[in-house]
């Protein structure tokens, strides 16, 4: 008798076992009624969901639609009272890409996503036409991550779609609107794996400039001074020791008279 394959006995993607399908898992979202940003509502929605929400959802100006940011925000506001900006951003759940040159459509860009295996929903945005094509893409992570890891995993999305995401995708609270102005506009989901699990597709991402994308470096901290005259450059001078010149203060005190 012929011996089964390991694939015909277990699953080609033993992660889909153990964590369920990534177009039913929830992850947190985060939505603004309007631009101004001072009211938000957190939600846990799934890519299903979404995508129920958005086919089914009236025709809206653009200028009336929600924003979402598929992360979680604090409560500290800027002076004008907005929620909705990077240094109240406190974990990321998933990357949105915004695709505004008109170079590629829907189509296309879901091609790509399912080429690389990536669960994601593409849906058009207000200014969509079909001579010049604008989408979104909302790729939700298998896990939240601090808001300083959100950019490489941009570039990992920007790299699966051939360079095709404007540099606002890059910016950590960027928050987009989502509705439709067009009662015929409809979402695409694509089926595949989280993309903060593909980490082989790190290899091809692409800056928001469309190059290879690179880390940045934090700038080593300035290097502390080794010489006992340039106090200035000591942080610590308080806990500064230097060992007392005997044959100075020796010399100086043999030339005082005494009285």
């Given at each position: ?42 939600r ?90 604008r ?79 690179a ?45």
């Open positions: 008798m012929q011996a089964q394959s390991l694939t015909s006995i277990f699953p080609t993607d033993i992660d889909d076992l153990i964590g369920g399908n990534p177009l039913d898992s929830p992850f947190k979202m985060t939505v603004f009624d309007d631009l101004d940003s001072r009211v938000k509502t957190t846990n929605p799934t890519l299903r969901e979404l995508k129920t929400e958005f086919d089914s959802s009236p025709v809206t100006p653009k200028a009336k639609q929600r924003l979402i940011k598929v992360a979680t925000f604090g409560d500290v506001p800027t002076i004008k009272g907005a929620l909705r900006h990077d240094g109240n951003l406190i974990a990321v759940s998933g990357i949105e890409g915004d695709h505004d040159a008109g170079t590629m459509t829907i189509d296309q860009a879901a091609s790509l996503l399912r080429l690389a295996g990536v669960a994601a929903l593409v849906h058009p945005t207000a200014s969509s036409t079909l001579d010049k094509p989408w979104r893409v909302i790729a939700p992570l298998d896990a939240p991550v601090p808001p300083a890891d959100r950019e490489a995993l941009a570039a990992r999305l920007n790299g699966i779609l051939h360079g095709a995401l404007h540099p606002e995708s890059f910016v950590a609270s960027q928050s987009f609107y989502f509705g439709k102005a067009d009662a015929d506009a409809v979402a695409t989901l694509t089926e595949g794996r989280n993309i903060d699990c593909l980490h082989h597709l790190q290899d091809s991402a692409l800056g928001k400039d469309g190059t290879p994308y880390p940045r470096i934090a700038a080593p901290p300035p290097a502390k001074a080794d010489k006992l005259d340039d106090f200035d450059d000591f942080d610590d001078f308080d806990d500064f020791f230097m060992a007392p010149d005997w044959p100075r203060i020796t010399s100086a005190l043999a030339v005082i008279p005494v009285a």
